[in-house]
């Protein structure tokens, strides 16, 4: 139960004391009886940046952050000392995050935004000498020729990991697979095209694609018969855009892929 420290008198609750505070004792405003009776050390300080936050109220002091960028760092800090809550936060993330660029794409918002942000860029660049330019963005011309060797080898390892990029090593046997995989796919859709295509979509660059719903790449990784991976369930006429951000990802699994074969 909260007392006034002025005068020793119980109030039930913050709300009554905030009032009792500005009847009885004007001398205080709400904030400073927070300050003088109340106030722990660092309150009233970003806990991130050390900025100084605003105040709330009796019951909740200061704000714990000056704003959303430290909030949102405070939250992924306190996020990471659970694994499964931090994993689950960032895979909510990223679908949201996936979700918001579809849609992006498919207004033409995205393309929008790119061309504003490399016409910036350009300008930027623009503005400096080759020195500056070099000093800002060539972190790479500093680097001997060994350790830029090993900074390339590790980029390539991890868009490999990723499935950005092919190993070269499989590169030609993969080639061979997606050539034949489209090859079967154009004869696929056009004998099943009132299924796949039941709106009669205009296909070509820039409008509509035949896009495989479980990817090409994943199919050749997980040894996936061609027949299959170009069957009718797995081929959808999507936007350009919609099907370039897709890349190599895929939208169904393996075993939905097989199921429905049937």
């Known amino acids: 139960m909260p007392v ?8 039930d609750n913050h709300r009554k004391l905030s009032k009792h505070i500005r009847d009885h004792h004007a001398e205080y405003r709400v904030r400073d009886y927070y300050d003088k009776f109340i106030k722990c050390n660092g309150d009233g300080y970003c806990s991130e940046c050390a ?13 714990s952050s000056c ?8 939250k992924r800090r306190a996020l990471k000392l659970d694994d499964e809550k931090y994993n689950n936060f960032c895979k909510k993330v990223a679908q949201n995050q996936l979700s918001i660029w579809k849609i992006r794409a498919i207004t033409g918002e995205k393309s929008a935004m790119l061309n504003k ?17 070099i000093a800002r963005f060539g972190y790479m011309n500093k680097l001997s020729p060994t350790d830029k060797a090993f900074v390339y080898g590790k980029i390539l390892a991890t868009k490999t990991i990723r499935g950005i990029i092919t ?13 034949a995989a489209h090859n079967i796919s154009r004869h696929t859709y056009k004998q099943y095209m009132a299924e796949i295509n039941p709106n009669n979509y205009i296909r070509g660059t820039g409008r ?19 027949n299959v991976i170009s069957s009718k369930h797995n081929l959808q006429i999507i936007p350009a855009t919609e099907n370039l951000q897709k890349s190599r990802n ?12 049937g």
């Not at 704003?67 to 405070?74: D, P, Q, R, T």
């Not at 942000?117 to 330019?133: M, Q, V």
């Open 250 to 261: 895929s939208w169904m699994t393996l075993e939905e892929l097989y199921g429905l074969q």
């Open 51 to 63: 900025s100084p936050t605003k105040f709330v109220n009796l019951s909740d002091g200061y704000r």
């Open 117 to 133: 942000l490399h016409s910036n860029n350009r300008e930027f660049a623009a503005k400096l000498s080759t020195e500056e330019r």
């Open 67 to 74: 704003g959303n960028v430290c909030a949102g760092i405070a």
């Open 208 to 226: 509509y694609h035949l896009g495989h719903i479980y990817s090409i790449f994943d199919g050749f990784v997980n040894n996936v018969p061609l």
């Open 4 to 11: 006034c420290r002025i005068c020793n008198i119980d109030k």
């Open 167 to 179: 190993d070269n090593r499989l590169l030609p046997a993969f080639i061979q697979y997606k050539k």
